[in-house]
Each structure stands twice: as structure tokens, then as C-alpha cells.
Nanobody, 124 residues
Framework: QVQLVESGGGLVQAGGSLRLSCAAS????????MGWFRQAPGQEREFVAH????????YYADSVKGRFTISRDNAKNTVYLQMNSLKPDDTAVYYC?????????????????WGQGTQVTVSS
């Protein structure tokens, strides 16, 4: 069982930056693939980025590639999402998620544990 708590969301102007953090409980954090997803009002939850257990492999949605960076610190049981050059379209609730399997998946249904989400609002 893993409990995830996101932080770092807020209101920022277009072109600005935010860093989201997701702290995980338990001693098995390094055995999970970690992902970030987001959900805007009236829209489905969409994949943003994921990172492998050891942090050596990352993958991004096309919409954030080159602007967002996912990283993790297994010693601190924390995964991060650095978001630069933010756009109003990035406005959403951002969720971190943990996946127990070996596959690096972009499908929300494959993730086993979820945080409560943190709101990111980008003003134009």
C-alpha cells in the first residue's frame, strides 16, 4: 500500500514555472513506476509524464515535451514535476500515481495508487 500526497500547485501567469512534488509513504517507493496525470474541468484524465523505478527512463506527453521534467528521489520517497513555460491550457488538477508493474504505461487504468491532486491554474 502506498499513500501519495501532492503539493506545489497554485496560480501562475503564462510563461511562468511551478514545481510539483509528490511524497509517498512506505518503504517500497523505489519499486514503483511513478506517473503524473492531469484533469481539466469537463475533460478526461490525461497522461503527462512517467518515470521508471530507478529514474533512468522518462516519457512525456507531446503537449508537455520540452517544457516539463519529471524526476524522482528514491531516498526521499518523492517524485517531482518541474513545469516551465506554462500555458493556460496546462490549467488542471495534477495527480501523481504509482504503478506496481514493470510496464511503463501511459494509461491511467494501469496505475494502482493515486494522490488527491493539486490545482494548477495558469492565467493568460
Amino acid at each position: 500500500q502506498v499513500q501519495l500526497v501532492e503539493s506545489g500547485g497554485g496560480l501562475v501567469q503564462a510563461g511562468g514555472s511551478l514545481r510539483l512534488s509528490c511524497a509517498a509513504s512506505g518503504r517500497t517507493f523505489s519499486t514503483y513506476t511513478m506517473g503524473w496525470f492531469r484533469q481539466a474541468p469537463g475533460q478526461e484524465r490525461e497522461f503527462v509524464a512517467h518515470i521508471s523505478r530507478g529514474g533512468t527512463t522518462t516519457y512525456y506527453a507531446d503537449s508537455v515535451k520540452g517544457r516539463f521534467t519529471i524526476s524522482r528521489d528514491n531516498a526521499k520517497n518523492t517524485v517531482y514535476l518541474q513545469m516551465n513555460s506554462l500555458k493556460p491550457d496546462d490549467t488542471a488538477v495534477y495527480y501523481c500515481a504509482a504503478e506496481r508493474g514493470l510496464a511503463l504505461t501511459t494509461a491511467a487504468r494501469d496505475y494502482d495508487y493515486w494522490g488527491q491532486g493539486t490545482q494548477v491554474t495558469v492565467s493568460s
